[in-house]
C-alpha cells in the first residue's frame, strides 16, 4: 500500500484560502485514483473531491463546486487540494486517500488513508 501524508492545514478567515498537498510514497503513485475527504467533529467523514489516474476526471461534493480544485503531479507523487472562498462550515479534519486502478467517490474503495491536516475556519 502507498503511504500518505498529508500537510498544509491551519487556521484561515472565511473567505481566505489554503491549499492542501498529499505526498504519496512506496508505491507506483500514477495507479491511484485520488481523493480528498473531510471529517467535522460529531460527523461522519464525507467526500470532498477525487481524482483520475491521470488527472483528466474529477468529481467535487456540491458544496465544494466552484471553490475547491483538485489536482496532481505524478512525477512529484503527490495531489493538491486548492481551497478558495472558505467557510467556516469547511471546517474539519481532512484526509488523502488512494485508490488503486479505480476511480470512485465513496471512502470504502480507498485503500491508504493519511493521518489527515486540520483546518479550521473563522468566522
Known amino acids: 500500500q502507498v503511504q500518505l501524508v498529508e500537510s498544509g492545514g491551519g487556521l484561515v478567515q472565511a473567505g481566505g484560502s489554503l491549499r492542501l498537498s498529499c505526498a504519496a510514497s512506496?508505491?507506483?503513485?500514477?495507479?491511484?485514483?485520488m481523493g480528498w475527504f473531510r471529517q467535522a467533529p460529531g460527523k461522519e467523514r464525507e467526500f470532498v473531491a477525487a481524482?483520475?489516474?491521470?488527472?483528466?476526471?474529477?468529481s467535487y461534493i456540491d458544496s465544494a463546486k466552484g471553490r475547491f480544485t483538485i489536482s496532481r503531479d505524478n512525477a512529484k507523487n503527490t495531489v493538491y487540494l486548492q481551497m478558495n472562498s472558505l467557510r467556516p462550515e469547511d471546517t474539519a479534519v481532512y484526509y488523502c486517500?488512494?485508490?488503486?486502478?479505480?476511480?470512485?467517490?465513496?471512502?470504502?474503495?480507498?485503500?491508504?488513508w493519511g493521518q489527515g491536516t486540520q483546518v479550521t475556519v473563522s468566522s
Open positions: 486517500a488512494a485508490d488503486l486502478d479505480t476511480y470512485s467517490v465513496y471512502s470504502r474503495h480507498f485503500d491508504s
Open positions: 512506496g508505491g507506483t503513485f500514477s495507479r491511484y485514483a
Open positions: 481524482i483520475s489516474l491521470n488527472g483528466g476526471r474529477t
